[in-house]
């Protein structure tokens, strides 16, 4: 069923005065939250693999599977597991602006940047808290800094999940009180 442009008053059919124009559905005007989580999931990423594997050289994304940076074989692999996790992390970041591209071109969009900024946090969060018991934890294939001795690997790994929960956690609060205040966030 669709909606009248226009219709007729009462006391002249010949006037014609436009309808107005339909409320928007919840649904149209809800912020992409999976967007920004998105982002922050890319963003996470990409600081690991820049600031961790490149800059500092902390680690590699397969150090201490078997595949030592001290040597070339070692390092080949290391740069093409890297250049793999890279490319992951990009996914992420252009699906999350496709969405949030395609959400903030509908008409009644409710643009937050806080809300947008919460979203990336938690995302950056949950990247580091995945990663961190994912790869450092249940695999084993990397820690987060191993240029200290092997016995404190475990304080870098498990500051490395407080970080993270606590980014989520921050992101989360921010969120929800974002959406309690509604669109002038």
Excluded at 104 to 119: D, E, G, I, M, Q
Aim: charged share 10%; aromatic share 12%.
């Amino acid at each position: 069923m669709s909606l009248p442009t226009s219709f007729t008053t009462a006391e002249d059919p010949a006037v014609q005065v436009p309808a107005a124009p339909p409320i928007p559905s919840a649904s149209s005007v809800r912020f992409p939250v999976g967007a920004g989580i998105l982002l922050g999931l890319g963003l996470g990423g990409f600081f690991d693999g820049i600031v961790l594997h490149q800059l500092l050289q902390w680690h590699h994304m397969l150090s201490s599977a078997g595949f030592s940076a001290d040597d070339v074989h070692g390092l080949k692999v290391n740069t093409l597991a890297d250049g793999l996790f890279h490319a992951s992390t990009y996914v992420f970041v252009v699906w999350g602006l496709c969405w949030l591209w395609r959400a903030a071109r509908r008409p009644h969009f409710l643009w937050s940047p806080p809300l947008l900024l919460a979203t990336v946090l938690m995302g950056f969060g949950i990247f580091n808290v995945v990663e961190g018991l994912v790869d450092h934890h249940l695999l084993g294939i990397h820690h987060v800094n191993e240029t200290v001795p092997a016995g404190e690997w475990i304080y870098w790994d498990l500051g490395f999940l407080l970080w993270g929960a606590a980014m989520l956690a921050g992101g989360w609060v921010w969120m929800r009180r974002c959406l309690r205040r509604g669109p002038a966030s």
